[in-house]
């Protein structure tokens, strides 16, 4: 029971990480507004591909909370009836939590996919807690856990929303990004506890301070690193796509701060890689944070130099969230490791 568990615990992870991909997927292509509505798309379950399908036109069946572009404004069917020769305005009711009302048909299939990801991960998830509950008698906290991380997909699931009708508030972007590492390492220690045991650690020397601040100063880089990117998307509508070598004339402060913190990072986890190899210290994964800190890096430098080449920007987001994982993981790791040593 608890390997299968193990195994669906996974497949919900690797389902988050999808999320996220499609996520910095959305910000890379500036389909946060792609569907201007939640849950549904305009209105609808699957969203239209073509301006048409959100016109008004006469003789045409329209369903109830269903959405159309008229004036510049969205209107909402207030109930499902049919058309007839000219627009009844009494049949519709202006959208009011934003005013936003452009239609992109790439922007919206690209945050409908992205929002299929969630619905994924948000059912994997159930399904890991529904089968947490086998579990309850000999290990407590496990389905404690897997409890929590469903709230936590469901409170990520609303602040989805409120970012939608927010317009891409830059703050509430921020908070959807960290909730989304904090349902990550939530499953990542669900994995870790469900593992089967292994041998002890013969020697040990304690890093996990080291580690534990590695971490939070990685956590601090990722939220500076959604401020600096809403400068970036500010700079890139006042000047458009083809203006890449503008976005950061003039740039802020926090860019500054985030290019710079960047050094400190980079800097902290060789001195982490060089006490554990000169320990030698049983953690390999310090081999993916080097990996992970190393492309990271170069999309960084990519980003600056070379004027935002295609897709550096999503990369720079994943690589991101897959370092602050992998680093979680190995935190759990050591810390397993140093209570190992205690009781040898």
Known sequence: MQKNFRKVAKV?????????????VVRGTGSGMGCPDWP??????IPPTEISELQWKPDTDFKKGQIIIVDETLQVATET????????????????KHDYAQFNPAHTWIEYINRLFGALAGLATLVLAVMSIRLFKTNKKITIL???????????AWLGATVVYSLLEPVKITVHMVMALVIVAFLLY????????????????????????????TLIQVILGTQVRQFIDER???????????????ADWQFYLHRSFSIIIVLL???????????????????WVLIFLFIEAMSGVAMYYFHFP???QPIHLVLASLLFGVQFYLLLEAISAKRSYKSL
């Open 269 to 287: 986890n060789i001195f982490l890689a060089q006490r554990i190899y000169k320990n030698k210290l049983n953690f390999p994964k310090i081999n």
């Open 236 to 250: 890139m509508d006042i000047l458009g796509e083809a203006a890449k070598n503008q976005w950061l004339v003039n």
């Open 146 to 156: 897997s409890w929590l991380v469903v709230f936590g997909m469901g409170f990520q």
């Open 81 to 96: 009836f049919k058309t007839s020769s000219a627009f009844n305005k009494n049949k519709w009711e202006t959208y009011t």
């Open 12 to 24: 919900a992870l690797v389902l988050v990480y999808l999320v996220i991909i499609a996520g910095a």
């Open 310 to 312: 295609f897709a550096s």
């Open 190 to 217: 669900i994995i870790h506890i469900t593992k089967a045991t292994t041998k002890k650690v013969k020697t040990y020397k304690d890093i996990v301070p080291l580690l534990s601040f590695v971490l939070f100063m």
């Open 40 to 45: 549904k798309c305009f209105g609808h379950y």
